[in-house]
């Protein structure tokens, strides 16, 4: 049983920074491809980027620039630094992880961003 718990989310000001994890049980070299995706509300949720098992990374045209993935294969963790931040990037982010069979998804962590 696959389970990925996310945190580090919270209140930031306009500008600010967060980092949020993403912490997988077992080894996350078994995942093709990680990514974070999210869901304001009343919106349909969202891609915001992605990390191949090789470390190719893509990013959404809205946070390029301000957002960098990562995965640290030796914690079991995938990372999601924000840079930044506008008020527009307010949502429940989510953890995602790929293999050829299945996809994973964990709780969400509450970003809100907010003068």
């Known amino acids: 049983q696959v389970q990925l718990v996310e945190s580090g989310g919270g209140l930031v000001q306009p500008g600010g920074s967060l980092r949020l994890s993403c912490a997988a049980s077992?080894?996350?070299?078994?995942?093709?491809?990680m990514g974070w995706y999210r869901q304001a509300p009343g919106k349909q949720r969202e891609l915001v980027t992605t990390?191949?098992?090789?470390?190719?990374?893509f990013y959404v045209g809205s946070v390029e620039g301000r957002f960098t993935v990562s995965r640290s294969n030796a914690e079991n963790t995938l990372y999601l630094l924000m840079n930044s931040l506008k008020p527009e990037d307010t949502a429940v982010y989510y953890c995602n992880a790929v293999t050829a069979l299945y996809q994973y998804w964990g709780q969400g962590t509450q970003v809100t961003v907010s003068s």
């Open positions: 077992g080894n996350i070299l078994r995942f093709n491809l």
């Open positions: 990390i191949t098992d090789g470390g190719s990374t």
